[in-house]
């Protein structure tokens, strides 16, 4: 079996990740580091990781990223709080980032009426609140119709690696893939998510998985007339801007119409409102109540003309919030009550609703629970730790 060449072509366009942070001064300077280096963060601020190697112990609402150079945007290093990772810096391609309070991405509801320029930032982004500023992609998503020429022969079932056209610009968003077996051979190809700013169609190897000695060998055509042309088809957020307590919506302008979509936030929640269910609440007299959230996650469905939904992978990992509080002397629980925030939550994609766990209903019926909404923002300052190594 042959060792398959795939990859990228390579990219002859200056990067924007330096102007994302420190005012686009580039990497910053910082001397020898003997021990831990707290780099505290606001919410909304970010800070470029030095060049070096480093250890890091992320606070519980700072995230480790890096630089997507193929998309022009910031993907989350999947830490999470107390959990120490290593990265290897030229001190533009990591950063920490203190996000809570701001939008993270966005789910595209309307991809407009086809008329707008196709490129990079053909169309612009305008947020009601919270001066965050975006990029956009316009056309060139893949057609999902992709023809299996030759089937193969695996015993197990094979990766599909994409590779762009020796056209492609930059920015792009690549698309993903995956096979459906029958037996050793591959049937169909699945396009899990169809890419967004493409120039060509690319092309699409299947690679052996590891442990596969069958000598594969198949051969996949996609289609190369590319999709939705003059719509929008991706949209990240270039900057976070300022954090905000409830989610901004989006003024759209270009050439074209129709846009709309729906903000991904990464709330902490600070306290509770009383909304509902407070008068005959009877959780027990004096006994301690938990508060989490009952949702956390953005409901609004992407236009069905984009497949997958990138945006809302690997963005923020939701983490519910954690708040107590104690019933009064009648059994209620309401608004006027303390509310104390144990872990405000993390990820937290848009105003939950609140649900109350009470250590001892008295056996009423749970029509009479109490029903809270959050109050939601950013996190207050959050500390991480750098140690040279």
Request: hydrophobic share 40%.
């Amino acid at each position: 079996m042959g060792i398959n060449q795939i990859g990228y072509v390579g990219q002859n366009q200056l990067s924007p990740r330096i102007n994302f942070q420190q005012g686009g001064v580039g990497a910053q300077v910082i001397g020898q580091v003997f021990g831990g280096l707290p780099i505290t963060l606001q919410n909304g601020q970010a800070f470029l990781i030095p060049p070096g190697q480093w250890e890091i112990n992320a606070g519980r609402y700072t995230q480790i990223q890096y630089f997507d150079s193929t998309a022009f945007r910031w993907r989350s290093y999947g830490n999470w709080p107390g959990q120490l990772k290593n990265v290897s810096s030229d001190g533009t391609n990591f950063r920490l980032i203190n996000s809570t309070g701001t939008p993270v991405g966005a789910v595209i509801t309307n991809v407009g009426a086809g008329n707008a320029t196709n490129g990079y930032n053909t169309v612009t982004v305008a947020p009601s609140t919270g001066n965050s500023s975006w990029g956009t992609l316009v056309g060139g998503t893949l057609n999902t119709t992709v023809t299996v020429t030759a089937s193969g022969n695996f015993s197990l079932p094979p990766v599909l690696v994409w590779t762009p056209a020796g056209n492609q610009i930059f920015p792009f968003l690549p698309p993903s893939f995956y096979c459906n077996m029958s037996g050793n051979n591959i049937n169909t190809v699945t396009v899990q998510y169809p890419g967004a700013g493409l120039t060509a169609a690319g092309t699409l190897t299947a690679v052996n998985s590891a442990g596969d000695t069958n000598p594969g060998g198949a051969t996949i055509t996609l289609n190369a007339t590319l999709t939705n042309s003059g719509n929008l088809t991706a949209m990240w957020p270039l900057t976070q801007g300022n954090a905000v307590t409830s989610v901004p919506t989006f003024t759209f302008t270009g050439t074209g119409s129709g846009w709309a979509a729906t903000a991904i936030m990464n709330f902490v929640v600070s306290n509770i409102t009383s909304v509902g269910g407070l008068a005959g609440g009877n959780l027990g007299v004096s006994k301690p109540i938990m508060i989490t959230a009952a949702n956390a996650i953005v409901t609004a469905a992407q236009n069905a003309a984009l497949t997958g939904n990138d945006y809302a992978v690997l963005l923020v990992q939701p983490r519910m919030p954690w708040l107590t509080g104690t019933s009064d002397a009648n059994g209620n629980f309401n608004g006027n009550t303390t509310v104390t925030v144990i872990d405000g939550g993390f990820g937290i994609q848009a105003v939950p609703n609140l649900v109350a766990i009470p250590s001892n209903m008295n056996g009423v019926s749970t029509n009479s629970w109490p029903v809270f909404t959050a109050q939601v923002g950013g996190s207050p300052a959050d500390t991480s730790f750098l140690q040279a190594i």
